[in-house]
């Protein structure tokens, strides 16, 4: 038995199924999962000293690699100070006042400590600024874990076994309406059937917790429009494609401009953080300048915010990185769509930028009901296989592949022979 299997054993007596996260689990490959102990460039390594080319890559802050070197030493000079003061801090205002410098549609930001709450306090602005309650979501969408968003779920909710999940009221999500991703159609009933009762439309502007599901062209903007007719809000929630598809994130990449956007991890580099953002009007209905409470001891925390101001002027002052990205996720998805031609393979491919999941159906993929259609055992055989040779995929067909820009030539190269070689075991 190797370190990770007695760890687990270990793990699942103190924590519920041994994780802290439940797509951790590795519960739908049918694996126990491997414990991580150390990351560098695009390498991971496990306790037992495997090392793996990393596709998870944090879920997508990593946009580095692991461990950037002047990330790691603004962060050590940070804890010098002190960890946490749970004051105001200078830091803070530099990390927002870079943010709302660089993203034209974000005039004000509010640091929270994850996606969840992020998302969680853009609905409770939305709600406070339009005096409606109704909020729009798209199933498969995946907005964190608070109770009004766990409707029609993607990511761990997907292979957990139960629709949504236990213990959320009727009431928590009475007023959450359930769109078809990638239909418009779906959500201009929506809107006709509520009737000046929709706060806010929230949406993944790339689906990417139920496997990365781009939306089809006019999609976005359709939703722009439904909104501004609709006196709705727009909310982007782009805490996988934000500062990743472009550093305007998808607003930027698309050109639709959303009225607040939620960020999650990639803005603290790897740390702890969230963030919500937007308009000004709107961000000061946000407390203590409006009526909107929302509070955080740990928010805008200086270790944190070291991280991810460092990360943030990186990505900014090297601009043709996303270039290169895309250049070595093109070679990746590109080569890997060639595979799946070569050997007739019966899978799709989808993917925007360095993000991509291959999907085990032959329907194409473009919303919820056509993810699920996916075979969930033939993926977890692929992954066991990749996993076997080296490369550490996210554990569930429902999840998304993250490039970084140390994934260079050799590295995809690496990955796509392994590629080819599971075709070839079909
Ligand atoms: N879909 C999640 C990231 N957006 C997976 C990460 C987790 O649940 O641990």
Redesign the pocket.
């Known amino acids: 038995m190797g370190r990770s299997e007695e760890l687990f054993k270990e793990a699942v007596r103190y924590i519920p199924g041994g994780v802290n996260?439940?797509?951790?689990a590795y519960g739908n490959v049918g694996m126990t999962p491997r414990f991580m102990q150390e990351a560098t460039g695009p390498y991971i390594v496990d306790v037992d000293g495997n090392r793996y080319i990393d596709y998870i890559c944090s879920?997508g802050p990593m946009i580095f690699g692991h461990a950037n070197q002047e990330v790691l030493s603004k962060v050590v000079a940070a804890c010098q100070h002190g960890l946490s003061f749970g004051t105001a801090t200078e830091i803070e205002v530099d990390v927002a006042k870079f943010i709302c410098d660089h993203i034209p549609h974000v005039e004000m930001v509010r640091m929270v400590n994850s996606g969840t709450e992020a998302v969680m306090s853009a609905l409770r602005v939305a709600r406070g600024f339009t005096g409606r309650e109704k909020i729009v979501k798209f199933a498969g969408c995946?907005h964190g874990h608070s109770d009004a968003m766990l409707v029609s779920v993607g990511?761990?909710v997907m292979t957990a076994g139960v629709p949504d999940s236990l213990g959320v009221t009727k009431g928590a999500t009475k007023d959450t309406l359930t769109a078809t991703y990638n239909d418009l159609e779906s959500a201009a009933d929506l809107f006709s059937a509520n009737e000046g009762e929709i706060a806010a439309v929230i949406v993944e502007p790339v689906g990417a917790?139920m496997g990365v599901v781009p939306p089809k062209p006019g999609f976005l903007e359709g939703l722009r429009k439904l909104c501004d007719e609709g006196n709705a809000l727009l909310i982007f929630d782009e805490?996988?494609t934000g500062f990743r598809l472009a550093f305007g994130g998808a607003a930027e990449y698309y050109g639709v401009t959303p009225d607040l956007v939620t960020y999650g991890k990639i803005i603290g580099g790897g740390m702890p953080v969230g963030a919500y953002g937007g308009r000004r009007e709107i961000m000061e209905m946000v407390s203590p300048v409006g009526g909107v409470y929302q509070a955080g001891t740990l928010s805008g925390n200086p270790i944190a915010m070291a991280a991810g101001i460092t990360q943030l002027q990186i990505l900014h002052r090297s601009k043709d990185m996303y270039t290169r990205l895309n250049v070595l996720s093109q070679q990746l998805y590109g080569e890997m769509e060639q595979l799946i031609e070569q050997y007739h393979m019966p899978y799709q491919l989808n993917h925007v930028g360095s993000l991509g999941s291959l999907f085990f159906t032959e329907q194409e993929v473009i919303d919820y009901g056509s993810a699920k259609a996916s075979d969930t055992v033939a993926f977890a055989e692929y992954f066991r296989f990749m996993l076997e040779h080296g490369i550490h995929l996210a554990p569930s067909q429902f999840?998304a592949m993250f490039l970084s820009c140390m994934h260079e030539e050799d590295v995809i190269a690496e990955t796509l022979n392994v590629v080819e070689a599971f075709f070839k075991s079909k």
């Open positions: 996260s439940p797509v951790r879920w995946y990511s761990g917790n805490v996988i999840e």
